[in-house]
C-alpha cells in the first residue's frame, strides 16, 4: 500500500469534491480522469492529486453549463481555447442579464429612468396584434405558440412588442416579437442593429394613455422628435416568473434613433 500513500480513493475525491463516486466513475468513462492504480482483489481505484485537479476544473465547468466535448477541448493542447471562450463569454451575458434583472427589482420606483444602448441584430418570431386582448396577454400567448411550433427560443434576448405608429392615418400597427435562433421565414423577421434610446420604467399600468404621455416627453427631451417605432420589453424576472399576472410591471421601452426595418 505504500505506493498509494500520495493516492487519492473514489471515496476520498468524492467526498472532498462535493460530487457522488458514481459521477467520478462517469468522469473516468469520459476521459477526463484515469486511475494511477487499480487494486486487483477488490477493484478499488486509486487517483492522483492531479486528477483531483481535473475533477475540480471539469465540475465547475459544468456549473457554467459547457459540454463535454467543450470541456474536452478545454483540457486538449492542441484544441483552439476561442471556442471554450466564446462559450464562458455567453454564460458570462447570461449571467450578468439576471444580476441586471435582479437589481432592477431591487432599486425599482415608480420613475424614469433614460440612458442610451446599442441594440443588436436579432431573429424574431413575430405575429400581428389582431384581437382586443391585454397586450401582455398577447405576448405570453405568442410566446406559447413559438414554442409550440417548434422554435428554439433565442435566451439571450427578451420577448418584446414592437409597435410602429403612422402618423398619417393616425393609426399603429403592434406585433408580438419573440427571438428565435431561426432562419428567416414567414414568420420569422431579421430585426437589424440599432442605436436607441432607452427608458425604464417600473408601475401600475392601468393608464397607459399617462404612460405614453411621458414617454413621448422623454422623447422629445432628448432629441427625438417623432417615435417611428417602439419596443416594450417586459423586464420581470423570467427565471422565476415574478410579476407577469399583475397589473404592476417593470417595463423597458426602446426607441431606435433610426428605424431598422424588419422584414415584415
Same mark, same amino acid.
Given at each position: 500500500?505504500?505506493?498509494? %500513500?500520495? %493516492?487519492?480513493?473514489?471515496?476520498?475525491?468524492?467526498?472532498?469534491?462535493? /460530487?457522488?463516486?458514481?459521477?467520478?466513475?462517469?468522469?473516468?468513462?469520459?476521459?477526463?480522469?484515469? *486511475?494511477?492504480?487499480?487494486?486487483?482483489?477488490?477493484?478499488?481505484?486509486?487517483?492522483?492529486?492531479?486528477? @483531483?485537479?481535473?475533477? /475540480?476544473?471539469?465540475?465547475?465547468?459544468? =456549473?457554467?453549463?459547457?459540454?463535454?466535448?467543450?470541456?474536452?477541448?478545454?483540457?486538449?493542447?492542441?484544441?483552439?481555447?476561442?471556442?471554450?471562450?466564446?462559450?464562458? +463569454?455567453?454564460?458570462?451575458?447570461?449571467?450578468?442579464?439576471?444580476?441586471?434583472?435582479?437589481?432592477?427589482?431591487?432599486?425599482?420606483?415608480?420613475?424614469?429612468?433614460?440612458?442610451?444602448?446599442?441594440?443588436?441584430?436579432?431573429?424574431?418570431?413575430?405575429?400581428?396584434?389582431?384581437?382586443?386582448?391585454?397586450?401582455?396577454?398577447?405576448?405570453?400567448?405568442?410566446?406559447?405558440?413559438?414554442?409550440?411550433?417548434?422554435?428554439?427560443?433565442?435566451?439571450?434576448?427578451?420577448?418584446?412588442?414592437?409597435?410602429? *405608429?403612422?402618423?398619417?392615418?393616425?393609426?399603429?400597427?403592434?406585433?408580438?416579437?419573440? *427571438? @428565435?435562433?431561426?432562419?428567416?421565414? @414567414?414568420?420569422?423577421? +431579421?430585426? +437589424? *442593429?440599432?442605436?436607441? #434610446?432607452?427608458?425604464?420604467?417600473?408601475?401600475?399600468?392601468?393608464?397607459?394613455?399617462?404612460?405614453? $404621455?411621458?414617454? =413621448?416627453?422623454?422623447?422629445?427631451?432628448?432629441?427625438?422628435?417623432?417615435?417611428?417605432?417602439?419596443?416594450?420589453?417586459? @423586464?420581470?424576472?423570467?427565471?422565476?416568473?415574478?410579476? /407577469? $399576472?399583475?397589473?404592476?410591471? #417593470?417595463? +423597458?421601452?426602446?426607441?431606435?434613433?433610426?428605424?431598422?426595418?424588419?422584414?415584415?
Amino acid at each position: 500500500m505504500n505506493n498509494k %500513500k500520495n %493516492k487519492f480513493s473514489t471515496f476520498q475525491i468524492a467526498k472532498a469534491c462535493g /460530487i457522488s463516486r458514481s459521477t467520478i466513475l462517469r468522469l473516468e468513462e469520459e476521459g477526463f480522469i484515469t *486511475p494511477s492504480d487499480i487494486e486487483d482483489s477488490t477493484g478499488k481505484r486509486f487517483y492522483s492529486f492531479n486528477d @483531483v485537479a481535473r475533477v /475540480i476544473q471539469v465540475m465547475t465547468l459544468r =456549473n457554467f453549463g459547457l459540454e463535454k466535448d467543450i470541456i474536452h477541448s478545454f483540457f486538449d493542447k492542441d484544441e483552439d481555447y476561442q471556442i471554450c471562450l466564446d462559450v464562458l +463569454q455567453e454564460r458570462l451575458d447570461n449571467l450578468t442579464r439576471i444580476i441586471r434583472v435582479v437589481k432592477n427589482w431591487q432599486n425599482a420606483n415608480e420613475d424614469f429612468n433614460v440612458s442610451k444602448k446599442k441594440i443588436g441584430a436579432m431573429r424574431c418570431f413575430i405575429k400581428k396584434y389582431e384581437t382586443d386582448e391585454h397586450l401582455f396577454d398577447f405576448l405570453i400567448k405568442t410566446f406559447t405558440e413559438t414554442i409550440k411550433t417548434g422554435y428554439e427560443i433565442n435566451i439571450t434576448k427578451i420577448p418584446f412588442i414592437q409597435i410602429i *405608429p403612422d402618423s398619417e392615418k393616425k393609426e399603429f400597427e403592434i406585433y408580438a416579437c419573440i *427571438p @428565435v435562433l431561426e432562419e428567416i421565414c @414567414v414568420n420569422v423577421a +431579421q430585426f +437589424q *442593429p440599432c442605436r436607441a #434610446l432607452a427608458i425604464q420604467w417600473r408601475g401600475n399600468i392601468t393608464n397607459q394613455a399617462d404612460i405614453f $404621455n411621458q414617454i =413621448n416627453a422623454k422623447v422629445k427631451k432628448h432629441g427625438l422628435k417623432n417615435i417611428t417605432e417602439l419596443r416594450i420589453h417586459i @423586464v420581470y424576472d423570467e427565471f422565476t416568473s415574478k410579476n /407577469i $399576472n399583475n397589473n404592476t410591471k #417593470l417595463l +423597458q421601452f426602446i426607441i431606435p434613433e433610426k428605424i431598422k426595418k424588419s422584414n415584415h
